[in-house]
């Protein structure tokens, strides 16, 4: 029998789904904490700035306040998602040492940041679209460019994703993953304009947030709804495309060099 030959430099397509497809199970089988628990999340932090602010603050520019928040909150919920997909699902294998199964097979490291990235931009994308869904009840969406919400929810969750594994290769235990979670997801997100519009914020204010990437994908997403922008769409495209093209090369690179993953 004629051996089959494998050519070393063809995709390997079957274990590439295999794995991004153990990636989607692995949350879908706990929906009611990966999915219903942001849901909940998203929708009491709507409730409470509802609530507090109450007629305090209508607009933002000559856009009704709630319409302006949702966008972010949506936004919110699928960056921190896709995060906590791709950096729990490393932390765990490492710590109940089974990344070695992950190792293993015939998968090269683009295709296992490929793999990793989509599971996690899956999750991201998944969560969004059912806020969506359901804070529509409450909250009209304009969907004034949809090219923008598909490209920013889409480049936010995979930034975000990909974040993830470079922070969960890092991470030697859980203790280590949520410190990069509480000082730099979390102030990253809150500080990005998410709730406010950067523009009544003063000089420094402003700055700081130019230069916080988080900045850039919700502005972004929430023009594809309301139409309006704090900052040059292009320039944050640009912006979000080299970032996600920096974070590939260095997700690549530990998955090639083995950093923390392999003895």
């Given at each position: 029998m004629t051996p089959i030959e494998v050519n070393p430099h063809s995709a390997n397509w079957l274990g590439l789904w295999t794995l991004y497809s153990r990636e989607?199970?692995?949350?879908?089988?706990?929906?009611?904490?990966?999915?219903?628990?942001?849901?909940?999340?998203?929708?009491?932090?709507?409730?409470?700035?509802?609530?507090?602010?109450?007629?305090?603050?209508?607009?933002?520019?000559?856009?009704?306040?709630?319409?302006?928040?949702?966008?972010?909150?949506?936004?919110?919920?699928?960056?921190q998602n896709a995060f906590a997909n791709t950096s729990s699902s490393l932390v765990i294998s490492k710590v109940q040492g089974n990344i070695v199964d992950t190792l293993m097979p015939p998968l090269n490291a683009h295709e296992l940041t490929f793999a990793y990235a989509m599971g996690g931009t899956t999750r991201g994308l998944m969560i969004g679209s059912i806020i969506v869904l359901v804070m529509s009840f409450f909250v009209p969406f304009g969907f004034n460019n949809p090219a923008l919400i598909l490209f920013h929810g889409f480049m936010g969750a995979l930034m975000l994703s990909l974040f993830g594994i470079i922070g969960g290769i890092w991470s030697e235990k859980f203790d280590h993953m949520a410190a990069v979670t509480n000082f730099v997801v979390t102030p990253l997100s809150f500080l990005s304009g998410t709730f406010y519009s950067v523009e009544r914020l003063p000089e420094l204010g402003k700055f700081l947030a130019h230069i916080n990437p988080f900045f850039y994908m919700i502005d972004g997403f929430r023009a594809g709804f309301i139409g309006q922008s704090d900052s040059n769409i292009l320039t944050g495209i640009l912006v979000m495309t080299g970032i996600n093209t920096f974070l590939w090369i260095v997700s690549y690179r530990m998955f090639k060099t083995g950093y923390k993953l392999k003895a």
């Amino acid at each position: 029998m004629t051996p089959i030959e494998v050519n070393p430099h063809s995709a390997n397509w079957l274990g590439l789904w295999t794995l991004y497809s153990r990636e989607v199970r692995r949350f879908l089988k706990v929906y009611t904490q990966t999915l219903m628990a942001p849901l909940v999340t998203t929708l009491l932090f709507f409730a409470v700035f509802t609530l507090a602010l109450g007629r305090a603050v209508e607009t933002i520019g000559s856009v009704p306040f709630l319409e302006f928040l949702a966008p972010g909150l949506v936004m919110m919920a699928i960056t921190q998602n896709a995060f906590a997909n791709t950096s729990s699902s490393l932390v765990i294998s490492k710590v109940q040492g089974n990344i070695v199964d992950t190792l293993m097979p015939p998968l090269n490291a683009h295709e296992l940041t490929f793999a990793y990235a989509m599971g996690g931009t899956t999750r991201g994308l998944m969560i969004g679209s059912i806020i969506v869904l359901v804070m529509s009840f409450f909250v009209p969406f304009g969907f004034n460019n949809p090219a923008l919400i598909l490209f920013h929810g889409f480049m936010g969750a995979l930034m975000l994703s990909l974040f993830g594994i470079i922070g969960g290769i890092w991470s030697e235990k859980f203790d280590h993953m949520a410190a990069v979670t509480n000082f730099v997801v979390t102030p990253l997100s809150f500080l990005s304009g998410t709730f406010y519009s950067v523009e009544r914020l003063p000089e420094l204010g402003k700055f700081l947030a130019h230069i916080n990437p988080f900045f850039y994908m919700i502005d972004g997403f929430r023009a594809g709804f309301i139409g309006q922008s704090d900052s040059n769409i292009l320039t944050g495209i640009l912006v979000m495309t080299g970032i996600n093209t920096f974070l590939w090369i260095v997700s690549y690179r530990m998955f090639k060099t083995g950093y923390k993953l392999k003895a």
